[in-house]
């Protein structure tokens, strides 16, 4: 009797952590990915992305971000997305994504409107820690905007500046990501 007392506090225990685990999905987005040339400047927007973050204490949060890289357009036309497409190497690696786990609470965004977060971003294959200051906003219909915008050099993932024009025309090696990622609360937190 005594054991299964046990094991019932256990699986209680278990119960309510599992109960009070909160998990997040994207909702909506906005990613431009923009640089500059000898020419001119250039901007791609990222169509295919999705992404989760979850909670089982409301201070631990572990994310993850997955993008289609195929599904950059750029604001240049086809020929350009052609040499995007192969300098992403994206034949190869297609998906694009960052990976966090982070202790803080993300998405008080009443108290901490700001957050620096520290993660993995990998890009044509390659894995570098990447830190990302982001803004926290509470919208109206309960759902998390997060928003911000970084830099990322090409060569630190093994990307060769593309070049067009038999060479006329080369990208700088800086590359800005500017994103919008509304992320909206799953109505169902028990993840078992």
């Known amino acids: 009797m005594k054991k299964l007392s046990v094991l019932i506090s256990i699986l209680l225990g278990f119960g309510s952590f599992a109960m009070a685990q909160n998990s997040y999905t994207v909702k909506s987005h ?5 640089g500059t ?5 250039w901007t791609a927007n990222l169509a295919s992305l999705s992404g989760t973050v979850k909670s089982s204490d409301n201070l631990t949060y572990e994310g993850q971000i997955v993008a289609n890289g195929k599904s950059l357009k750029s604001s240049k036309g086809s020929v350009m997305d052609k ?3 192969e300098a992403l190497k994206l034949d190869k690696f297609p998906v694009i994504s960052y990976k966090t ?3 803080t609470k993300l ?3 009443q108290n901490l409107p700001e957050s620096i977060n520290i993660g993995y971003l990998t890009v044509a294959g390659i894995t570098n820690t990447l830190s990302i ?3 926290c906003k509470l ?3 309960g759902s998390i905007e997060l928003s911000g915008n970084f830099d990322v050099l090409m060569s630190d993932y093994g990307i060769e500046q593309p070049t067009a024009l038999f060479g006329m025309l080369k990208t700088d090696n800086m590359v800005n990501v500017a994103f919008r990622i509304e992320f909206q609360k799953n109505k169902k937190s028990n993840l078992l």
Do not use: G, P, T, Y
Not at 30 to 34: A, C, I, R
Not at 37 to 41: A, L, P, V, W, Y
């Open 139 to 141: 919208l109206a219909n």
């Open 107 to 109: 998405f008080d965004c």
């Open 30 to 34: 906005d990613v431009v990915l923009s």
């Open 133 to 135: 200051k982001a803004q």
């Open 37 to 41: 040339s000898n020419i001119h400047s």
């Open 83 to 85: 040499i995007m497409h």
């Open 101 to 103: 786990m982070l202790r």
